[in-house]
């Protein structure tokens, strides 16, 4: 049984419910796997994986990373209503929405 660092299974599963990683991606499988079993329990390929495609991630900080993923929510919420700026078209009211 590997040992975990609970310091850094908590920051990954940060990193993981803020999604700077997509959640199909293979960083996010890597991401899990450490956060379950620790460095010592990826493969050396997994672990070459850590180092080139995640760990340059991680070690910014989490703080200078959110504010690029509510930008990407946004832009997405928008572009599934509709995106009334770009087809011309007026949202739709929602039921109960203040008339004003």
């Known amino acids: ?6 310091e850094r299974a908590s920051l990954l599963k940060d990193f993981l419910r803020f999604r700077v990683f997509h ?5 996010a ?5 450490v956060i379950r079993h ?3 329990g990826l493969s050396p390929e ?3 994986l850590w180092h080139e495609r995640v760990l340059p991630v991680v070690s ?3 703080v200078e990373q959110i504010p690029d993923w509510v ?3 946004k832009m997405t919420q928008t572009f599934r209503r509709g995106a009334p700026a770009v087809t011309g078209r007026r949202p739709r009211r929602r039921q ?4 004003s």
């Open 96 to 99: 109960g929405q203040d008339q």
């Open 60 to 62: 910014r900080p989490l």
């Open 46 to 48: 997994q672990m070459a």
């Open 71 to 73: 930008l990407v929510q």
């Open 23 to 27: 959640p199909a991606s293979a960083e």
């Open 29 to 33: 499988e890597i991401v899990g796997l």
């Open 1 to 6: 049984m590997h040992v975990v660092d609970q």
């Open 38 to 40: 620790g460095l010592k």
